[in-house]
């Protein structure tokens, strides 16, 4: 989160570890992503820089080793996207693997995760053998991150090393065969949409899972689908509405669910919230098994959306970066077959009150 400042390198003749290396000692708290983006590679290739020194190559065989996660004991696992980093501190438990899905329903790490998207995995122990930093870290093709496992203090290191041992690659190249990200295609014009269809659709919703199937059955972006599908659905407010939600539910103790993900992983922490905390741009969640940084000036529009289910309405706050790209989604805390908290509801009604977009707003 922090700014990286140049480091003096002489530049193109020393290699890209010997970069990193210098930037490292130089800031000791410099993150891997916002080195890469400095160097002008990927995060993943940055990574792989360090292989033969603190990093290992693993084979990509992501269905076994999410089995073996378990057995590091207590971890904090990370899931981010452009604007938002989400952290849960627990135990990988209740895996359910599928071909191309993966699941972990644990009380504390609750992830849904796909697996088409996992191209490059890597074991870092960045500081050494005795008192290093252990991580799991996996990317896609282009060599974004897509998930993190990093062990703690009473985490299971053996297991660790057991499972490093077991799924080293016979690979162990620092280059990787990353391809370009391309931009996402620009949604179609709203005229060509079928509105009516697409509300039509959306109020026979029986299920919140049903949502992105129906964006992709009317070939419409998200948040296009919000703007056209009637303000009784989805209401815009203001992009303050983040800082808003987590400081009253933080107040009022009110049960929230937090979904942060990308296109390989969503993290998703349901409970209370309780320490809110601003820093420069960042907006904060620093709890004991949960924290949450949101760049909160990268929110260019918020929504409270209403979906129907067969439990009843399900609320809602949407949040979207300026190229329509999901940043988080809140829910309240429910589980299927429950209907929504009337506390969540009230709170989201309490939002439009509160944080109103102005109607000469776009």
Do not use: C
């Given at each position: 989160?922090?700014?990286?400042?140049?480091?003096?390198?002489?530049?193109?003749?020393?290699?890209?570890?010997?970069?990193?290396?210098?930037?490292?000692?130089?800031?000791?708290?410099?993150?891997?992503?916002?080195?890469?983006?400095?160097?002008?590679?990927?995060?993943?290739?940055?990574l792989a820089s360090g292989v033969g020194d603190d990093v290992v190559r693993l084979d990509n065989r992501v269905g076994e080793i999410l089995s073996r996660l378990e057995s590091l004991g207590p971890v904090m696992a990370l899931t981010r996207?452009?604007?938002?980093?989400?952290?849960?501190?627990?135990?990988?438990?209740?895996?359910?693997?599928?071909?191309?899905?993966?699941?972990?329903?644990?009380?504390?790490?609750?992830?849904?995760?796909?697996?088409?998207?996992?191209?490059?995995?890597?074991?870092?122990?960045?500081?050494?053998?005795?008192?290093?930093?252990?991580?799991?870290?996996?990317?896609?093709?282009?060599?974004?991150?897509?998930?993190?496992?990093?062990?703690?203090?009473?985490?299971?290191?053996?297991?660790?090393?057991?499972?490093?041992?077991?799924f080293a690659s016979g690979e162990q190249s620092p280059l990787l065969p990353v391809v370009r990200r391309e931009p996402p295609a620009p949604p179609r014009p709203d005229i060509t949409v079928d509105v009516q269809g697409l509300r039509g659709a959306w109020l026979a919703l029986r299920d919140t899972h049903e949502f992105f199937g129906m964006l992709q059955r009317f070939e419409v972006a998200r948040v296009q689908a919000l703007r056209l599908v009637g303000a009784d659905l989805a209401l815009p407010v203001e992009p303050g509405a983040l800082t808003w939600v987590l400081e009253q539910a933080a107040a009022?103790?009110?049960?929230?669910?937090?979904?942060?993900?990308?296109?390989?992983?969503?993290?998703?922490?349901?409970?209370?919230?309780?320490k809110v905390r601003p820093t420069g741009p960042w907006m904060n969640v620093l709890d004991h098994g949960?924290?949450?940084?949101?760049?909160?000036?990268?929110?260019?529009?918020?929504?409270?959306?209403?979906?129907?289910?067969?439990?009843?309405?399900?609320?809602?706050?949407?949040?979207?970066?300026s190229a329509g790209e999901t940043i988080a989604l809140l829910f309240g805390k429910r589980k299927p077959g429950q209907p929504e908290a009337p506390a969540?509801?009230?709170?989201?009604?309490?939002?439009t009150r509160a944080l109103p977009l102005p109607e000469e707003s776009p």
């Open positions: 989160m922090s700014q990286l400042h140049s480091v003096d390198s002489s530049s193109e003749s020393l290699s890209l570890r010997e970069r990193w290396r210098a930037l490292r000692q130089a800031q000791p708290r410099a993150r891997a992503r916002d080195a890469a983006e400095q160097f002008g590679v990927s995060e993943a290739e940055l996207n452009e604007s938002a980093v989400h952290e849960k501190r627990g135990v990988y438990q209740q895996l359910e693997l599928h071909s191309s899905r993966a699941l972990f329903l644990g009380e504390d790490i609750d992830l849904r995760l796909f697996l088409s998207h996992w191209r490059f995995a890597f074991a870092s122990q960045e500081g050494g053998a005795s008192n290093g930093k252990r991580s799991l870290q996996f990317f896609d093709d282009t060599g974004t991150a897509i998930h993190k496992v990093f062990l703690e203090e009473d985490s299971h290191v053996a297991a660790f090393e057991r499972l490093v041992a077991e009022s103790q009110v049960p929230i669910m937090v979904f942060v993900g990308n296109r390989g992983a969503i993290q998703i922490h349901t409970g209370p919230v309780q949960f924290n949450l940084h949101v760049r909160a000036d990268h929110i260019a529009t918020a929504w409270i959306v209403r979906k129907p289910t067969i439990d009843g309405v399900v609320t809602s706050v949407e949040l979207f970066d969540w509801r009230a709170l989201t009604e309490q939002l």
